[in-house]
């Protein structure tokens, strides 16, 4: 297993509410720890950052070819998501694991869909209190004007299909690095890895957000 980047994700991954296996497994999903890492869209980075996202952060978007500029840049942004976009939005206590979830929703696809589910089940104690219950909030989106419009955009089958898939992903290689930082048992779902890393076209932080608003 790759550990070369641990003590730095430890450094900025300190968040108890999103640990730092988490962000270990991103990696693995984004980057295969490639810290010159280039997508189709622009996308650079461990965490394959666009520029319109690392500009919103103040980094320069070519100096997250440093490995440490990169995972301080995304833990940034994650938190920015937590404290901007989900706490504000939950009404009702939340199963850890399903705010990860969203969490890692908004950073693939943008923040905007999942305040927009929290809109919906903010309050609804039932669906926030299970992990299970990712997969039919976001269902919920399909007719989503926004999200028909990105589908179009991205030439995608399933738009929502594929955000989810990225998630699967990146909780599927966060339980395979928890015992790294010492966490004991399965962190999240063992969903079975098929097909290997995704294509960077369908991953990087708001890739989804930034093609919607960009064509308007």
Known sequence: MNNQFDSMIRTYASRPDFPPHYVKGMIHAESSFKP?????????????????????????????????????????????IIDRYVTPNVKVPINPELKV???????????????????????DAGTLSGSDSFTRMVDTLKDDPDVLRLQKLTKEADFLAARKKVVERYQYWAAQYAKDFGVVGPPASQASLAGGILPLALVGAGAAAFLLWKRR
């Open 36 to 80: 010159d890492a280039k997508g189709p869209g622009g996308e650079l980075g461990l965490m394959q950052f666009l520029p319109s996202t690392a500009k919103t952060l103040g980094v320069e978007h070519s100096s997250l070819v440093n490995p440490e500029t990169a995972i301080k840049a995304g833990t940034k942004y994650i938190a920015q």
């Open 101 to 123: 979830k969203l969490v890692q929703f908004a950073y693939n696809a943008g923040p905007l869909f999942t305040v927009r589910l929290l809109k919906k089940f903010g309050s």
